[in-house]
């Protein structure tokens, strides 16, 4: 049976597996995230911007108003985290439907991709000093409303970009808070009112709440690390990667940048004649880092 070869471009791959990626993306979709199509390497470092802040002026009758300098600190993130995943698409297989090859292959590949992407950001956990204490009486809406304050508290934006992130296990006890589920108490209207109607998990004390697989569990006994934070927190940086097709004969290469969440892509692909193959790769460059610690709390349960 001849191949099909249209499943055999890396462009195709690439944009569909762009697409899959964000679907599994939890914290880059929530932090702030800095991408240009300059083309980096793995090692470079990337100068990214911490907004900065205004201050209000007194103003006498007669005195000039006092301009200040539209500036925002520099801070530096090294694009240290080169992740791949690669496959073989053998040519008894290559006869299948593209949307098969999909469901195989680049579905569980972009998986891995995000799992790698989110398990870095959570990561930064290390970096927040202020810690949530979580007594045997406290309900979670108690915990959200604590956290809630402590961001205040250290001056945190309050606006919709604060976010919460708690483990699978956690998503558990949340979604029995009589705050959340009752349509009249979320905060939250029409149809995000309810996390039955939108698969999320809702709104809680100001907090936009989602659960993530990577959360940390550290220790013995373990303590999950879960996270409360304003979006200018952490930082996600990414650029795409060279392509090396006049380079490599033989070898087709597409880069594909989702401009959602900053992540570029690259698919190469070559032609195995030992394994009589199609070899895959998928590999991505970004580097992560916190802006602000001060606009993040933990929640150490």
């Given at each position: 049976?001849?191949?099909?070869l249209?499943?055999?471009v890396?462009?195709?791959?690439?944009?569909?597996?762009?697409?899959i990626?964000?679907?599994?993306?939890?914290?880059?979709a929530?932090?702030?995230?800095d991408?240009?199509n300059?083309?980096a390497?793995?090692?470079?470092t990337?100068?990214?911007?911490?907004?900065?802040?205004?201050?209000?002026?007194?103003?006498?009758?007669?005195?000039?108003?006092?301009i200040?300098?539209?500036?925002?600190?520099?801070?530096?993130?090294?694009?240290?985290?080169?992740?791949?995943?690669?496959?073989?698409?053998y040519?008894?297989?290559?006869?299948?439907?593209?949307?098969?090859?999909?469901?195989?292959y680049?579905?569980?590949?972009?998986?891995?991709?995000a799992?790698?992407?989110?398990?870095?950001?959570f990561g930064l956990y290390?970096?927040?000093?202020?810690?949530?204490?979580?007594l045997s009486?406290?309900t979670?809406?108690?915990?959200?409303?604590?956290a809630?304050?402590?961001l205040?508290?250290?001056?945190?934006?309050?606006?919709?970009?604060?976010?919460?992130v708690?483990?699978?296990?956690?998503?558990?006890a949340?979604?029995?808070t009589?705050?959340?589920?009752?349509w009249?108490a979320t905060?939250?209207?029409?149809?995000?009112?309810?996390p039955?109607?939108?698969?999320?998990?809702g709104?809680?004390?100001?907090?936009?709440l989602?659960?993530?697989t990577?959360?940390?569990?550290?220790?013995?006994?373990?303590v999950?690390?879960?996270?409360?934070?304003?979006?200018?927190?952490?930082?996600?940086?990414?650029?795409?990667?060279a392509?090396?097709?006049?380079?490599?004969?033989?070898?087709?290469?597409?880069?594909?940048?989702?401009?959602?969440t900053g992540?570029?892509?690259?698919?190469?692909?070559?032609?195995?004649a030992?394994?009589?193959?199609?070899?895959v790769?998928?590999?991505?460059?970004?580097?992560?880092?916190?802006?602000?610690?001060n606009l993040?709390?933990?929640i150490?349960?």
């Amino acid at each position: 049976m001849a191949n099909s070869l249209s499943a055999f471009v890396p462009e195709v791959w690439a944009r569909e597996g762009i697409e899959i990626l964000r679907e599994k993306l939890v914290m880059a979709a929530l932090v702030h995230r800095d991408f240009s199509n300059e083309v980096a390497n793995f090692g470079d470092t990337v100068n990214t911007r911490k907004p900065g802040k205004f201050s209000a002026n007194t103003k006498g009758a007669t005195s000039d108003v006092t301009i200040q300098d539209v500036t925002a600190t520099n801070v530096q993130v090294v694009l240290n985290q080169h992740k791949e995943v690669s496959f073989m698409i053998y040519d008894i297989e290559a006869s299948k439907s593209f949307q098969a090859l999909v469901d195989i292959y680049l579905d569980p590949a972009m998986l891995a991709i995000a799992n790698a992407i989110d398990t870095a950001l959570f990561g930064l956990y290390t970096d927040i000093t202020t810690n949530i204490t979580i007594l045997s009486t406290d309900t979670w809406y108690d915990t959200a409303v604590n956290a809630k304050v402590q961001l205040n508290t250290q001056l945190a934006p309050r606006d919709e970009r604060r976010h919460m992130v708690v483990s699978d296990t956690d998503e558990g006890a949340i979604l029995k808070t009589d705050e959340l589920v009752r349509w009249d108490a979320t905060g939250v209207g029409g149809e995000d009112s309810s996390p039955i109607l939108t698969g999320k998990i809702g709104k809680l004390a100001g907090f936009m709440l989602y659960s993530g697989t990577n959360v940390p569990s550290v220790g013995s006994p373990a303590v999950r690390k879960n996270l409360a934070f304003h979006k200018n927190a952490f930082a996600l940086v990414s650029r795409p990667l060279a392509t090396a097709v006049d380079e490599t004969p033989g070898a087709m290469q597409f880069v594909a940048n989702d401009p959602d969440t900053g992540i570029a892509l690259r698919v190469t692909m070559s032609y195995n004649a030992t394994k009589l193959a199609t070899q895959v790769t998928v590999d991505v460059l970004y580097g992560v880092k916190t802006l602000d610690a001060n606009l993040a709390v933990r929640i150490d349960v």
